[in-house]
């Protein structure tokens, strides 16, 4: 589970080099400014917010349009497609989780993305804090 946890960090913090973490039965990664996720209906689609960020949703059974994603305080795991999904996000910070079986369709929509469907790299990565 460690190795989870240090995996998503990595995700938001080289939120300019799209990755797919690839599990026995789902994929992770995180949401480019725009997606189009090709899944089913009854896919279970999880949204973990990493930091403060809000989007908006197609073919979610819960749509997240309005809400204010936070790890602290609103998260949206368990959500449920309709159909096909399409998400937007105001910041690098959402993890997704979906069916490993949406891995082909998400490597092509992240390989194609417009430019400004992905994030900008950082201009400053992570820095250590002072030791003391």
């Not at 096909?84 to 910041?91: E, H, P, R």
């Amino acid at each position: 589970m460690d190795h989870q946890l240090a995996c998503f960090s990595v995700l938001v913090r080289y939120a300019d080099r799209p990755c797919i973490l690839i599990g026995r039965e789902e994929i992770v990664f995180l949401c480019p400014a725009r997606l189009a996720l090709a899944t089913r209906p009854g896919d279970v689609v999880s949204l973990y917010p990493l930091a403060a960020v809000e989007g908006t949703s197609t073919g979610l059974r819960w749509p997240i349009d309005g809400l204010a994603f936070h790890p602290m305080s609103a998260i949206g795991t368990s959500n449920a497609a309709e159909g096909a999904v399409t998400l937007t996000m105001s910041d690098p910070a959402m993890i997704v989780i979906a069916p490993r079986r949406c891995l082909p369709t998400l490597t092509q929509a992240l390989v194609q993305a417009s430019q400004d469907a992905r994030w900008p790299a950082r201009a400053a990565q992570y820095t250590a804090p002072p030791q003391s």
